[in-house]
């Protein structure tokens, strides 16, 4: 189960950091990722960090969003963050958490290799 806080409104040029909860079952073989869906449009890959501690991002946010994972809690939960600077209107959208077991540099991008969903948390960037 995945399940995805801190979403919000932030002014341009603001930050935010998301945080995922993962638990039922052990994700240290999974690939965990952040996807978006922004108002009429198709989801689209943000950022992924592998089970070999590979990390991917989007174009339209590298080196503006960092993803991190943390496998090393006590509570059977393991987390995954996205943290997000200089926010722009454009990264206005539904930010859902997802995990695959394994890692496909070619395919992470794609909608349809991810099995796992969050619900989804709205992030808002406006004045």
């Known amino acids: 189960q995945l399940v995805e806080s801190g979403g919000g409104l932030v002014q341009p040029g603001g930050s935010l950091r998301l945080s995922c909860s993962a638990s039922g079952g052990n994700l240290n073989r999974h690939t965990i990722g952040w996807f978006r869906q922004a108002p009429g449009k198709e989801h689209e890959a943000v950022a992924c960090?592998?089970?070999?501690?590979?990390?991917?991002?989007?174009?339209s946010v590298d080196g503006r969003f960092t993803i991190s994972r943390d496998d090393s809690r006590d509570d059977a939960k393991q987390m995954v963050y996205l943290e997000m600077t200089n926010l722009k209107p454009e990264d206005t959208a539904i930010y859902y958490c997802?995990?695959?077991?394994?890692?496909?540099?070619?395919?992470?991008?794609?909608?349809?290799?991810?099995?796992?969903w969050g619900q989804g948390t709205q992030v808002t960037v406006s004045s």
């Open positions: 960090f592998s089970s070999t501690w590979t990390t991917l991002y989007a174009d």
């Open positions: 997802v995990a695959e077991i394994g890692f496909s540099r070619f395919s992470w991008t794609r909608k349809n290799w991810w099995e796992y």
